[in-house]
């Protein structure tokens, strides 16, 4: 089964230092999840100031800088992982890097059915 791994934590929670030493052992994780069978994709989002959020109400699109909601924590960035249930994927998630410092939220992926395929 996929599952989301989400990464949140507040911006702020690690130095320059700190954040490289994340990357490169994200890095190191994303390629022993790889070697696994494991591994489907995985990134850092941009800082929060960089999203830019599109609703549509009364048929009008209403376009605004910054994320969907204010909150302590913001959404970091993603693994998306095949792991064969709930436990496992929950043993890769505390192996998330930032996990020590902020939260990673798993979520079940839907599969639905007609979607384009990578060619």
Same mark, same amino acid.
């Given at each position: ?23 490169? !052992?994200?890095?190191? %994780? ?16 941009? #800082? ?28 970091g960035g993603?693994? %998306?992982?095949?792991?064969? !249930? %709930? ?9 998330? #890097? ?5 939260t990673v939220?798993?979520?079940p992926v839907?599969?639905?059915?007609? %979607?384009? @395929?990578? @060619?």
């Open positions: 089964m996929k599952y989301m791994l989400l990464i949140y934590m507040n911006e702020g929670a690690m130095n320059q230092a700190e954040r490289e030493q994340c990357f490169g !052992d994200s890095t190191k %994780l994303c390629h022993d999840l790889a070697a696994q069978g494991k591994f489907i994709g995985a990134g850092p989002l941009h #800082p929060v100031a960089t999203a830019t959020s599109v609703r549509i109400r009364n048929g009008q699109r209403l376009v605004t800088s910054g994320p969907f909601a204010e909150t302590h924590e913001q959404l993603y693994y %998306l992982i095949d792991a064969k !249930d %709930l436990d496992e994927a929950i043993a890769i998630a505390a192996r998330v #890097p930032p996990v020590s410092k902020g939220e798993i979520r839907f599969e639905l059915a007609g %979607l384009p @395929t990578k @060619t």
